[in-house]
């Protein structure tokens, strides 16, 4: 089992940063590969980038490439997402989640999820 609980959201210019943290419970944090979603109102809820479970890896969908990078600490038991260059678009709740699989993109391959943080940006 493992529990996430999101922090860092809030409202931004657009051009600006925002950091957003996920810390995890659990004593095996270490063995899942996390991802951060975003969810826009009305739309689907959408992936915006993964790290494998050693943080040896990393993917992102391509709007954000360039502009956001996913890290975690397993010693700390937190994954971070750092949002540079930030537009009015990216506006969305941003979820994390933890999943058993390699490098998971797919909603369904994540089992655990937090509850969100907003950011909203501001053009």
């Known amino acids: 089992q493992v529990q996430l609980v999101e922090s860092g ?4 210019q657009a051009g600006g940063s925002l950091r957003l943290s ?8 270490s063995s899942y590969a996390m991802g951060w979603f975003r969810q826009a109102p009305g739309k689907e ?8 479970y050693r943080g040896r890896s990393t993917y992102y969908t391509d709007s ?6 996913i890290s975690r600490d397993n010693a700390k038991n937190t ?6 260059s930030l537009k009015p678009e990216d506006t969305a709740d941003y ?29």
């Open 22 to 29: 996920c810390a995890a419970s659990g004593r095996t944090f």
């Open 95 to 123: 979820y994390c989640a933890a999943s058993g699989a390699l490098m998971p993109t797919r909603r369904d391959e994540y089992s655990y999820w937090g509850q969100g943080t907003q950011v909203t940006v501001s053009s």
């Open 9 to 12: 959201g809030g409202l931004v």
């Open 64 to 69: 954000v490439k360039g502009r956001f990078t």
């Open 79 to 84: 994954v971070l997402l750092q949002m540079n």
């Open 45 to 52: 809820r959408e992936f915006v980038a993964a790290i494998s």
